[in-house]
């Protein structure tokens, strides 16, 4: 079967998680018979996704925890160097199940704390365990057929892409018209709805590399992220891009402030909007990739100019992000969720010790 490591499949079928909880009988797996994941499996993903990036992407930062995102990206960055490589040592879902219920149980904790201090370690906490996404996409390629591997991928990458931005847009509703705890209820609505999405339509499947333990799953990471050209290579390229992205949009905030514009903080939020429409584009870019071998300089002038390139921007960052994406998961079928989290985890690594650097006036 394609997207599977026959030799390592189980001796008997699974039928519960964690030892007691009950798995659809229409979700088990069955070797004998081929795995449908199809278009409507394929978009619960994609909104998996969504709910649980909005989630974790929602911070409304305000003096007293201003190391709020710093602290939740930190923990991100530990969870995809040690809880995504379990895709490639554990059954995929019960680690999702689990992933999203620690983060959905841990959200409660920042509506009711009046601590600074349990805040801030719950947030950390809370972005280790915010990696599902990171774990869902490798997942999608290995349940597809090789076919339409590209566009069942896509349209899980695409969910991600729509959670950040529609974040950063209710983030700004947020801010401008209610308390920021409203932001953690909806998070937990979201997590919650997820974890039961995720329970009644994600299918059960073996895990891969049987008899590899998790030091040695983490220590191919290493030996992966500095022997591998084509991660190197794609990082590199990943690094570049996310420069250009970040330093526009961030730039943006204050050229949409100032004269002329002089937007306020919510219209220049819904220039996320914007967004929305270049992550679109990711589920057609995938079917051609099925079928294929794997600036603001008028910013002061008129706002069409913006918005030309805000979607310009946002459709090319995206095509790109699939492509390399793709281009990383088709290295290695049993290595797949420890290339995606290094082709995210390179570029923050290297991003970091440039920053480190310049700090120090290197």
């Known amino acids: 079967m394609d997207g599977v490591n026959n030799a390592q499949q189980p001796n008997r079928e699974q039928a519960v998680d964690f030892g007691f909880l009950p798995i659809p009988t229409y979700l088990h797996y069955a070797p004998q018979k081929a795995e449908r994941f199809d278009l409507t499996r394929n978009i619960i993903f994609c909104i998996a996704t969504t709910f649980v990036q909005i989630a974790s992407s929602f911070n409304v930062s305000y003096d007293e925890v201003s190391s709020i995102p710093t602290l939740l990206q930190a923990g991100y960055a530990v969870g995809l160097l040690l809880v995504t490589p379990l895709g490639d040592l554990v059954r995929r879902r019960p ?33 280790v365990s915010s990696v599902a996404p990171q774990i869902l996409i490798p997942f999608a390629a290995d349940i597809t057929p ?21 974040a950063r847009v209710l983030a700004g509703l947020v801010a401008e018209f209610a308390s920021w705890r409203i932001v953690y209820c909806v998070a937990v609505g979201l997590l919650y709805s997820t974890l039961g999405m995720l329970y009644f339509t994600m299918p059960d499947y ?18 992966l992220a500095v022997t591998e050209p084509a991660l190197i290579q794609a990082s590199f390229i ?23 514009y002089n937007y306020s903080t919510l219209v220049i939020g819904l220039f996320g909007l914007l ?16 079928r294929m ?3 603001a300089g008028a910013g002061g ?37 420890r290339l995606n989290a290094l082709l995210i985890l390179w ?3 290297v991003s970091s010790i440039i920053l480190l650097l310049s700090t120090f006036g290197f």
Not at 206 to 223: E, R
């Open 293 to 295: 071998t794997p600036v």
């Open 95 to 127: 680690l999702i199940l689990v992933v999203v219920f620690i983060n959905a149980s841990l959200t409660i904790g920042l509506i009711f704390t009046k601590s600074v201090v349990a805040f801030e370690a719950l947030s950390f906490v809370i972005g």
């Open 347 to 349: 570029p923050r690594l």
């Open 275 to 290: 967004g929305l429409f270049g992550a679109s584009v990711g589920p057609f870019f995938g079917r051609l990739l099925d």
């Open 206 to 223: 073996p895990a891969k590399n049987d008899g590899m333990s998790y030091i040695g799953i983490l220590w191919s990471m290493v030996k």
């Open 238 to 260: 990943t690094l570049a891009s996310n420069a250009c992205w970040t330093s526009f949009w961030v730039t943006l905030t204050f050229i949409l402030g100032d004269a002329p």
């Open 146 to 166: 090789a076919p339409r591997r590209a566009s069942a991928v896509s349209i899980v990458f695409t969910g991600l892409l729509f959670g950040f931005l529609i």
């Open 301 to 337: 002038l008129n706002i069409g100019a913006v918005i030309v390139v805000c979607l310009g921007l946002d459709v090319l960052d995206c095509m790109q992000q699939i492509a390399l994406s793709m281009f990383i998961l088709e290295i290695s079928e049993t290595e797949r969720s």
